[in-house]
């Protein structure tokens, strides 16, 4: 049974509203976890209750704080269920004003809204304002809001599974619909290489130059060539890649003049799959293409440039079965709820990669996100408000 699933919705949406104003781009959390901390206090929520890891102290980039956790206690016996969401958003949301319209809430301005992921934030503490409120039977529960989501999922990928209480399952909230529940997504591998070439007189003397930017071409045009740019398929197995930023050194673009050979490049890239194996097959084929490259470029004298590839694994694929408990108990909290469900793989990363590979099994659902990371970000919300019934539905079903 489920326990009455009405909640104070104008409440969540003020909530909502509060939430989006505050600032916290990836790896910028501190901010935006103070008040959600405050939030938490405020509904009831001990503050004994509300603690910080160390996940920031292991997170390669700066990070301003760890991931934020909470433990409710159940009022009812059963397995403790975590429910999981990210605090930052992509950097084109800085400075974002939400305006709500109607049914609607945008940004006032050309950046994004910062939906993705406040709206999973909300959820989460309408969800604790609920179960305190209208003192509801439900299970133990952790709620986790994790930091540089959108920098790589490091917040879920650097938390110690011991911190959560002992969780048997997860609920991730980040998306758009309510009632449709990804349980897997592909896994990715970053790549980036440097390549160290030679300057010259480009008018005067050439020849006596390597250009690292002709190498950078040489092996771009090669991959796109043999098929490993943009969607792949290669011997019955599926991928994406992707070249992001091609620059130079210190952020700057890569060479100083026209009159000059460029000397050096550096160049990001990803690929992508729900096969593993095929992921690094990927990041091979983009290897050996630079290696290749680098034979064709020489100065006068056959000297070639220096080229450093290296890569690492972003996040893992994963996709649980279909008879698992996490995915029969979302199924029935949602008949419950009186929404009708489907489940799908998707192929993006979620903070839920990192969770099933610490041993959670975890099933993702969406608040009302729509455009995310664009100026034309809006959040729906009347499907915000189906993620909130729908996270309550999860903790009070037995």
Known sequence: MSADLSFDAEAAIVRLMRFLAVEGITGQEKKIAADVAKALV???VPKKAITYDKANESIPLPTQTGNLIVQL???VPGPRLLFSTHLDTVPLAAGAVPVREKKKIRPEGRTALGGDNRTGVAALVTLAATLIAKKLPHPP???????????????????????????????????????????????????EVAIHGKASHAGVHP????????????????????????KISQAGHEGTSNVGSFGGADGKCAGDATNVVTDYARITGEARSHDTKFVKEIVKAYREAFASAR?????????????????????????????????????????????????RTGNGG???????????????????????????EWVDLDLFLGGCKMALALATHS
């Open 207 to 230: 020849e006596q130059g390597i250009s690292s930017t002709l190498v950078a071409a040489l092996a771009l045009a090669e991959v796109r060539q043999k098929g490993w740019f943009g």
């Open 73 to 75: 206690p159940g009022t």
């Open 141 to 191: 529960l952790t709620l986790l809001f994790t930091v540089r989501e959108e920098s790589g999922l490091f917040g879920a990928r650097h938390l110690d599974p011991a911190d959560l209480g002992g969780v048997t399952m997860g609920f991730n909230v980040d998306g758009r619909q309510p009632a449709e529940f990804t349980i897997g997504a592909v896994g990715a591998e970053r790549w």
């Open 42 to 44: 405020e509904v009831g």
């Open 295 to 343: 034979e064709q470029v020489t100065d006068d004298k056959g000297k070639k440039a220096k080229v450093e590839f290296t890569s690492r694994i972003d996040y893992y694929p994963f996709k649980l079965k279909e008879t698992e408990p996490v995915i029969l108990h979302t199924q029935a909290a949602a008949t419950a709820a009186g929404f009708t469900s489907t489940l």
């Open 350 to 376: 979620l903070d839920a990669n990192w969770l099933v590979k610490h041993g959670i099994p975890t099933v993702t659902f969406g608040a009302g996100q729509n455009a995310i990371h664009t100026v034309e």
